[in-house]
Every structure is written in C-alpha cells, then in structure tokens.
C-alpha cells in the first residue's frame, strides 16, 4: 500500500518563504513523476509543478520564479520551495505522486498567506 504524508505547512507572511516535503512509503521501487498541486477555498484544485524521475519540471506559470520543486529518489521524497509569497498561494497543497500508472495523493497541508 502506498502512503503520502506531507509536512512543512503553515502560517507565513506576504513575501516570505515556507518549503514542503512529501514522503512516500510502502512497497514501492521506481516513482515515476511526482507533483504538487493545490486547492484554494471555493476553487478548483490546480498544478502547482511536477518533476519527471529525470528531473524535468513543469510549472503553474503564476509560481515560476517563486517555487522550486525537487525530488530525492533514495528518500521517495519530493519537495517544495516557497519564496515570495502572496496571499494568492492560499491553499491545501497536495502532494501526488505517478507509480504503476497508478495516482496516489497525501492527505495535504494547509498553506496561508497573511499578515
């Protein structure tokens, strides 16, 4: 069985920086992409960024310059660099994950953009 948990989340300031972490675990040998997405209140959820087992990413064109994804293939982890942050980046960001043509997502982690 394949399990995400997310961490990293939290509280943070227009302007500044908060970086995420997704952990995969179980019986998994070879992830193939990995993301986040996200999903503010009333909205629809939308991708953030994702990262091929190569390294090639994608981004939300509203994030680029501001995150920066990254994976650790030994850890089955990915993460997410915040910087620059805005009011806008509200939302429970999900981490997901492409294994076996199969999706998997985390459970997500509150993100909130205030002063």
């Known amino acids: 069985q394949v399990r995400l948990v997310e961490s990293g989340g939290g509280l943070v300031q227009p302007g500044g920086r908060l970086g995420l972490s997704c952990a995969a675990s179980?019986?998994?040998?070879?992830?193939?992409?990995m993301g986040w997405y996200r999903q503010a209140p009333g909205k629809q959820r939308e991708l953030v960024a994702t990262?091929?087992?190569?390294?090639?990413?994608n981004y939300a064109d509203s994030v680029k310059g501001r995150f920066t994804i990254s994976r650790d293939n030994f850890k089955k982890t990915v993460y997410l660099q915040m910087s620059s942050l805005n009011p806008e980046d509200t939302a429970v960001y999900y981490c997901t994950i492409q294994y076996l043509n199969h999706d998997y997502w985390g459970q997500g982690t509150q993100v909130t953009v205030s002063s």
């Open positions: 990262i091929t087992r190569g390294d090639n990413t």
């Open positions: 179980g019986t998994i040998f070879r992830i193939d992409s």
